[in-house]
């Protein structure tokens, strides 16, 4: 009863309406082409149980980014990996450390499995290596890191998860949550992957859910030392992700040019976006540098996080707003089309009074 469920992003306004969802960080183009006509080629196969190996998928992401096919996990979704860390890594007596404002399934997955969750204190709302390596103790067991972070959107470079990785224990593992790697300006690498290759310690997690779009079929992946895969199958759900997810996955990958396109976009109108926010500092707005499909703004003038979350509401945009999280002065916006990202300018303007 310690555990705070989940709470996702919400689709509908406090009335009913359906309006511009910004709150869940979904890929504002849709889905690539190529992974829907997968997705419905495989519906002649329902009746079939998916292969518990998944390795047409495996071989796909090995292919892809260079990898062994045999350290590969997967997973419904990225969050079933993180439990499956957990629960393969952790248990009572345990500690597992998190960043402040980190990822809300962290606290979860530690508290399932019976261990205690530790919160390193965050710098200005990114990740502090130096407060991580503080918070470790003879019982720490795994230290959790979003990079790109969520729901801040703050990134660590790869001297800083060197940095980190360096000051931990062997026996601890280092789970680099790359969620959101696909939207880093430039193409830059945090150095995590080639970590999890080489150590025995790192495990990196992956999602199709974001820069693929697929968040509906809830396929992610991690690649870590073969000894740490080994653990989290045995605990592994046998069936936990579909034929017609798989199909889509394996697709996706190969459309190169649509994450292409959506990297460019999400580029373009997050630079556009954090920008037009800056020229709202007066009225207390500020937009903590995002690597990520989102922008986290924080609220530090008259005009509260609140007030403007249900002002967006009234506009036509639901953005998410995480009390929850311990950030009651801040919204986390997705980056949308073109015509959501200036509307929600749009209403913040208004509501500042710089209309």
Excluded: C
């Amino acid at each position: 009863m310690q555990i705070a469920p989940y709470v996702p992003g919400r689709s509908t306004t406090d009335d009913g309406r359906k309006v511009a969802k910004l709150s869940s960080n979904e890929n504002p183009l849709g889905t690539s082409p190529k992974a829907r006509e997968a997705f419905a080629a495989a519906a002649t196969s329902l009746e079939r149980y998916p292969d518990a190996s998944a390795n047409e998928l495996r071989e796909a992401l090995a292919a892809k980014h260079g990898l062994d096919p045999a350290r590969i996990i997967y997973g419904n979704g990225s969050d079933e990996v993180l439990h499956l860390v957990a629960g393969a890594f952790a248990g009572p007596g345990d500690e597992a450390i998190y960043v402040n404002y980190g990822f809300a399934v962290y606290p979860i997955a530690i508290r399932r499995v019976g261990a205690t969750p530790v919160i390193a204190p965050d710098q200005d709302y990114a990740t502090d290596v130096d407060a991580i390596l503080a918070a470790v103790t003879e019982r720490t067991r795994i230290v959790f890191v979003a990079n790109p972070n969520n729901p801040t959107g703050t990134y660590a470079p790869r001297a800083e998860i060197e940095r980190l990785h360096a000051g931990l224990r062997p026996d601890i593992l280092l789970v680099l949550d790359h969620a959101y790697s696909e939207y880093i300006d430039g193409g830059d690498d945090d150095g995590g992957m080639a970590l999890a290759a080489s150590a025995p310690n790192v495990l990196v997690t992956r999602t199709f859910s974001k820069m693929y779009g697929l968040a509906a079929e809830r396929i992610g992946w991690g690649y870590g030392a073969p000894a740490i895969i080994e653990a989290m199958h045995r605990i592994r759900l046998p069936f936990s992700i579909t034929i017609a997810g798989t199909a889509a996955a394996v697709a996706a990958l190969g459309d190169t040019d649509f994450v292409a396109h959506t990297a460019a976009h999400n580029a373009k109108w997050r630079a556009w976006f954090s920008d037009e926010i800056a020229k709202l500092g007066n009225a207390g707005l500020r937009a903590i540098p995002s690597q990520a499909n989102f922008v986290l703004v924080v609220f530090e003038g008259d005009l509260t996080a609140e007030a403007a979350y249900k002002g967006l509401m009234d506009a036509g945009y639901i953005v998410r707003w995480l009390p929850g999280q311990g950030l009651p002065q801040a919204l986390r916006i997705t980056i949308g089309t073109e015509d959501e990202t200036k509307g929600v300018i749009a209403a913040l303007r208004q509501m500042t009074g710089a209309a």
